[in-house]
Nanobody
């Protein structure tokens, strides 16, 4: 599975941005696709995920009510819509795909395939 993340950029605080994660290759076995982010000098952290079969979603507390994740079967793509952006949302955002179920979905180890990352910068 190959993942390509795009859509990052510079936005003012309070603004919106959408990130896309396009998957290719042997994607039929994908259980979930998630987004992680890594801010300068900080560890990578979980942001959100969507389960392909049920459409169920999960968000980290800091983005609940502001971010929305969705999947597009036809395009084999996952979208992360980010509203009310804050300077602390500034980070490189990575999409990732999991090929098996996990009890620790917020951990990087639950995901097998990773995209290259896209930078989101929120100015104050």
């Amino acid at each position: 599975v190959q993942l390509q993340a795009f859509g990052g950029g510079l936005v003012q605080a309070g603004g919106s941005l959408s990130l896309s994660c396009a998957a290719s290759g042997r994607t039929s076995g994908t259980v979930a696709t998630g987004w992680f982010r890594q801010a300068p000098g900080k560890e990578r952290e979980f942001v959100s995920l969507v389960f392909w079969s049920s459409g169920g979603t999960h968000y980290t507390d800091s983005v609940k009510g502001r971010f929305t994740i969705s999947r597009d079967y036809a395009k084999n793509m996952v979208i992360l819509r980010m509203n009310s952006l804050k300077p602390e949302d500034t980070a490189v955002y990575y999409c990732a795909a999991a090929s098996r179920y996990s009890s620790t979905w917020t951990q990087s180890s639950a995901f097998d395939f990773w995209g290259q990352g896209t930078l989101v910068t929120v100015s104050s």
